[in-house]
Nanobody, 120 residues
């Protein structure tokens, strides 16, 4: 059974960089045909898809966040990471990592999410 666990600081100051890690267990992040995304949900709003990293390490980001977002991986630790730079209070959200088959739209596995608040 695949499990995803997000971790990282719950509080980040404005203008700093938000850094989160998603540890994947029950499967390898190098397995062909799979992909992992970061998705967030600001308070009172819907889910916002941020970007994706495939099993080969290739990435794609939503255009509105592309200049501030970086998704990377550590294959030795089976982890996916997110960095979001120059954060503002509007980046306050619950951040999720999720896994899906690369050729499908629906995500099969989700982490429980981690709350990140941007505040001074």
């Amino acid at each position: 059974q695949v499990q995803l666990q997000e971790s990282g600081p719950g509080l980040v100051k404005p203008s700093q960089t938000l850094s989160l890690t998603c540890t994947v267990s029950g499967g390898s992040i190098t397995t062909s045909g799979y992909a992992w995304s970061w998705i967030r949900q600001p308070p009172g709003k819907g889910l916002e898809w941020m970007g994706i990293i495939r099993n080969d390490g290739s990435t794609y980001y939503i255009p509105s966040l592309k200049s501030r977002t970086s998704i990377s991986r550590d294959t030795s630790k089976n982890q996916i990471s997110l960095e979001l730079s120059s954060v503002t209070p509007e980046d306050t959200a619950v951040y999720y990592c999720a896994q899906r088959l690369a050729d499908r739209a629906a995500y099969d596995y989700w982490g429980q999410g981690t709350q990140v608040t941007v505040s001074s």
